[in-house]
């Protein structure tokens, strides 16, 4: 990777990181979350945790990347020689690693659903004649015949991997940059109108009330764990891409302005779909069932738009903006292994692209048919997917921010954080104390905690 890599212009920057944090955490794990865990109460916390600390630990990443000015791996080497921190920057691209194996495969879901729904056939039976109410048991038997099915889905997969692939070979801002630039604004469009849709729906100011109208009761010592999870997975934290991004930063960034904007923009995403899911499923009597992730997407929402006027159109709207928030995210995930085989193996652009996405086919695949054929071998009683999802989610991601963490707190070059917030000291920034405090004795407990409860 040059050194003389850089986002263009900052807004292109600002499009980049956003898109790279908002993914399907904010889509359809902050709704599942927010149901499970007392709902306004819930989003109260993660609100605070985003604030409190998720912006100060994006901030340590941010100056890690663009002190460092390398990949997750090269960063530590270079400010730290000859010591063993490069070990956490191997983490976090095993992790983006396995990650995206398994990502590619939901992005090519969401791919698929975006082609049935425009085409009609994710309401065949509605076209047909057939009552709304009757439609309740068609959705979750489409999901489990196509997801359980082995052709289709790996069809998809392959197809997002082509397109991750051609937006990567395009380079940091041919196409990185330009992709975000014309696919934010898209999925904000989008957003607004679904909000405006749901909240007219009859009886949406109930699920308005359920999602705004906290009840303090339900905050119990579990459910800020949950809150503080939530914020850490929504902000694309552990991951090694805001280290990546950030070391494509212009020496003139304000880091934080950029995380402000960034955790904030991330805020706003997941309480409009708030404000979309909870008022639709309130409306139509279906929440009375838990909320799951997968559920929720292609089960639920699609119940919901058959009983909405012109249902083709809101869910072709809706998996766009899903397969919008995939695209940006998973392009954002290889970036941090292309980065590393640029950076640490001296190779070209292509040849990195390549030989990153390509064993996709072989790996994803695993994943995709683990619902499928596959779906009978388990590793620790689980499916190869729920395998590397767990893995990743539990263990890798907490313990690659806590390393990152420590590292910035005690043990990076002296004044790295305050030469990095305040620009090399072109700003006055009031933020390098609060921020040192909380990355050295607040944020590793807490994430720590994450982990443990996990296992609890």
């Not at 002190?67 to 191997?90: H, T, Y």
């Not at 905050?219 to 503080?228: D, K």
Request: aromatic fraction near 12%; hydrophobic fraction near 55%.
């Amino acid at each position: 990777m040059s050194s003389k890599t850089e986002f263009g212009t900052k807004l292109g920057l600002i499009a980049a990181t956003v898109g790279s944090a908002i993914g399907l955490g904010n889509v359809w794990r902050f709704p599942a979350e927010t149901q499970m865990n007392g709902g306004a109460a819930f989003l109260l916390l993660y609100i605070l945790c985003v604030l409190a600390l998720g912006i100060p630990v994006m901030l340590a990443e941010f100056s890690l990347g663009r002190g460092g000015r390398s990949d997750a791996v090269g960063v530590f080497r270079r400010l730290s020689p000859g010591k063993g921190w490069w070990i956490a920057g191997v983490f976090a691209v095993l992790a983006s690693y396995l990650i995206i194996c398994y990502y590619m495969v939901v992005a090519g879901w969401t791919l698929e659903y975006l082609f049935e729904s425009i085409g009609g056939g994710l309401y065949d039976s509605l076209y047909s004649g057939e009552p709304a109410e009757a439609l309740r048991g068609t959705f979750p038997a489409k999901m489990d015949d196509y997801v359980s099915s082995d052709l289709r889905p790996l069809m998809f997969t392959f197809i997002m991997i082509g397109v991750n692939i051609a937006v990567l070979l395009g380079g940091v801002k041919k196409g990185i940059e330009n992709l975000s630039n014309v696919l934010m604004p898209v999925l904000f469009v989008i957003l607004i109108a679904m909000c405006f849709v749901s909240l007219s729906l009859p009886d949406a100011g109930e699920g308005v009330a359920y999602f705004l109208d906290p009840d303090f009761s339900k905050i119990t010592p579990r459910v800020v764990i949950n809150a503080l999870g939530q914020a850490f997975f929504s902000l694309s934290l552990g991951m090694g891409i805001l280290i990546t991004y950030s070391s494509y930063y212009p020496a003139d960034t304000r880091l934080v302005r950029t995380s402000v904007i960034v955790s904030l923009l991330s805020l706003l995403v997941a309480v409009l779909m708030g404000l979309i899911i909870f008022p639709a499923v309130k409306s139509f009597g279906l929440d009375r069932e838990p909320l799951e992730g997968a559920t929720l997407v292609f089960v639920t929402l699609p119940e919901v738009f058959a009983q909405l006027p012109w249902p083709r159109l809101w869910s072709s709207l809706f998996f766009l903006l899903l397969l919008v928030a995939a695209l940006t995210s998973t392009v954002s995930i290889a970036e941090v292994s292309v980065a590393m085989m640029q950076d640490r193996f001296k190779m070209s652009r292509r040849r990195a692209v390549l030989t990153v996405m390509l064993p996709l086919l072989v790996f994803s695949s695993a994943c995709s048919l683990s619902f499928g054929s596959l779906s009978d071998m388990k590793i620790f009683g689980l499916t190869i997917f729920d395998l590397l999802d767990t893995f990743t989610t539990d263990i890798l991601l907490p313990v690659v921010s806590i390393a990152v963490c420590i590292y910035m707190g005690w043990f990076a070059p002296k004044g790295l954080l305050t030469d990095e917030l305040s620009n090399h000291g072109a700003l006055h920034s009031r933020w390098t104390g609060p921020v040192l405090f909380i990355i050295r004795y607040i944020a590793p407990v807490m994430i720590a905690l994450i982990l443990i409860f996990n296992y609890i």
